[in-house]
């Protein structure tokens, strides 16, 4: 996945990178990594497939098939997923959603890269993902903020500080 992030991160990329290589592939959890820079937000979105999907294998199914076309959708429209607070005047500038490859092995992985330019700092990052991916039981969080940098936890309906 693209990685403008990276960019952004300095001083957090080793601890990203290690979060990154250290991750299991663990149904229910999804991890966000998000930067602030300047007037930047960047959110980068990585799962496994059974989190938004319900399965991890290529489509077989009407049923199955039906839920891709959904799924992609829906990962198309960044207000499905995250609304940064108003005030912010945060407007998508770029994104990348990669749907899976569906691996023999089994295990399918989504990964989304949302770019957004701001007038204001954001404070708040509402995750509206909860209510259309219900299958996410969790979100690992990796911050990084204006002089600073943090890891989190959310569980479902909680919303980000970035206060």
Same mark, same amino acid.
């Given at each position: 996945?693209?990685?403008? #992030?990276?960019? #952004?991160?300095? =001083?957090?990329?080793?601890? #990203?990178?290690?979060?990154?290589?250290?991750?299991?592939?663990?149904? =229910?959890?999804?991890?966000?990594?998000?930067?602030?820079?300047? &007037? /930047?937000?960047?959110?980068?979105?990585?799962?496994?497939?059974? &989190?938004?999907? =319900?399965?991890?294998?290529?489509?077989?199914?009407?049923?199955?098939?039906?839920?891709?076309?959904?799924?992609?959708?829906?990962? %198309?429209?960044?207000?499905?997923?995250?609304?940064?607070?108003?005030?912010?005047?945060?407007?998508?500038?770029?994104?990348?959603?990669?749907?899976?490859?569906?691996?023999?092995?089994?295990?399918?992985?989504?990964?989304?890269?949302?770019?957004?330019?701001?007038?204001?700092?954001?404070?708040?990052?509402?995750?509206?993902?909860?209510?259309?991916?219900?299958?996410?039981? /969790?979100?690992?969080? &990796?911050?990084?903020?204006?002089?600073?940098? /943090?890891?989190?936890?959310?569980?479902?309906? %909680?919303?980000?500080?970035?206060?």
């Amino acid at each position: 996945m693209k990685r403008f #992030i990276s960019c #952004i991160l300095l =001083g957090m990329l080793p601890i #990203i990178s290690q979060a990154e290589d250290h991750a299991a592939h663990v149904h =229910g959890v999804g991890q966000l990594d998000i930067a602030i820079e300047d &007037n /930047k937000l960047v959110i980068a979105l990585d799962g496994p497939a059974d &989190n938004l999907l =319900g399965f991890e294998h290529a489509p077989k199914t009407a049923q199955e098939k039906a839920t891709l076309q959904e799924v992609s959708r829906k990962m %198309q429209d960044v207000r499905k997923l995250f609304v940064p607070n108003a005030s912010a005047g945060c407007r998508l500038s770029q994104q990348t959603v990669q749907m899976p490859e569906f691996k023999a092995s089994g295990h399918s992985e989504i990964e989304a890269e949302y770019d957004f330019v701001c007038t204001a700092v954001p404070q708040e990052i509402t995750l509206t993902a909860w209510a259309h991916f219900p299958r996410y039981k /969790k979100m690992v969080v &990796n911050l990084a903020l204006p002089g600073r940098q /943090k890891q989190l936890t959310l569980l479902p309906g %909680q919303k980000l500080s970035l206060k």
